[in-house]
């Protein structure tokens, strides 16, 4: 189960009723931030979701907008008591922006650590998910993020029992561990099917539509992109400043085909984003244009 948190919607500059754009993810006692606006300690209060069990910050790049919120989130964090590690992952630059931005929120109970990221494509670990970090295509480099959760094959009591593989180790094994015991080796695969369908979620935002978007988001359970323009007549403007009209976003999920999308990103201009939406549609029906602190419980598919 991965629970997930558009924490505010808004593009460029918040609104009375519209944060800037921030995702949370929680897992298994762990939180994953991605990007962090200004007011986004506020948003994040507002859902009543806490600040402490942030474990890992991503960030799509160094605009405002998307960091801007830093130093104040930290602060709330250190005066948490946090002391665990923070891991931070973003463009290159990553250390040099984030230093300076500590320059007014210096003093922290904990270690930041640091992972830029080194090309078009990245896929690394964070406890039992996998990120993919892919380039999309802004006006300085920007980064969208995929998070799997993998699912193991079901356990098989009877492959077990044949194989005569002692009941203390049936655990470690469903688990993915590696056991040995008198010269006896044990693995999983001894026991667990195939691989089962996991969860997936796709993020982007601030970019022009290019073909890696739909990869990443193919088949995913959750695809959150950027709409920030939904009158045709900013189609020229979206291009100009590098960014993405519903009817474009809408078109990225016609390839990708995506279980359930939301839109985010809005500009400020758009004070009425619901009123695209049967023009979006049209194109991809089901597309939802969310307010600030949706929340969804992503499980498994019951089999």
């Known amino acids: 189960m991965i629970d997930v948190c ?112 080194p090309g078009d494509e990245d896929t690394f670990d964070f406890g039992d998910l996998e990120i993919t970090a892919f380039k999309v295509l802004h006006k300085l480099t920007c980064y969208g993020y995929t998070v799997k959760l993998k699912r193991k094959g079901r356990f098989s009591v009877d492959r077990a029992k044949q194989q005569n593989i002692p009941l203390k180790f049936w655990n470690r094994l469903q688990h993915g561990e590696t056991v040995e015991e008198g010269g006896v080796t044990y693995t999983p695969s001894m026991v667990l099917g195939e691989e089962r369908k996991g969860l997936h979620i796709t993020y982007c935002t601030d970019t022009r539509p290019v073909p890696q978007i739909a990869e990443q988001a193919k088949d995913a359970d959750l695809f959150i992109c950027e709409g920030m323009y939904g009158d045709k007549d900013c189609a020229e403007k979206a291009a100009g400043y590098k960014h993405m009209t519903m009817q474009e976003a809408a078109r990225i999920c016609e390839k990708a085909r995506p279980k359930e999308v939301w839109l985010t990103h809005f500009s400020p201009s758009m004070m009425k984003p619901k009123q695209y939406m049967d023009e979006i549609d049209a194109i991809y029906p089901g597309i939802i244009i969310p307010k600030d602190g949706r929340i969804k419980e992503l499980n498994f598919d019951e089999e």
Not at 28 to 47: F, K, M, P
Not at 64 to 71: E, F, M, N, T
Not at 80 to 92: C, F, H, Q, S
Request: some cysteine.
């Open 6 to 117: 558009l924490l505010g919607t808004g593009g460029m500059m918040p609104l009375p009723d519209r944060w800037l754009t921030a995702l949370m993810l929680k897992y298994n006692g762990q939180s994953i931030l991605i990007d962090c606006g200004e007011g986004t300690q506020i948003a994040l209060r507002e859902v009543g979701w806490s600040a402490k069990q942030i474990d890992l910050m991503c960030f799509t790049h160094y605009h405002a907008d998307h960091i801007s919120g830093l130093p104040g989130m930290l602060l709330t964090m250190g005066n948490a008591e946090r002391t665990e590690p923070l891991l931070m992952v973003g463009p290159k630059g990553l250390e040099r922006v984030v230093n300076s931005l500590r320059s007014i929120a210096p003093e922290l109970p904990f270690e930041i650590r640091f992972k830029e990221l």
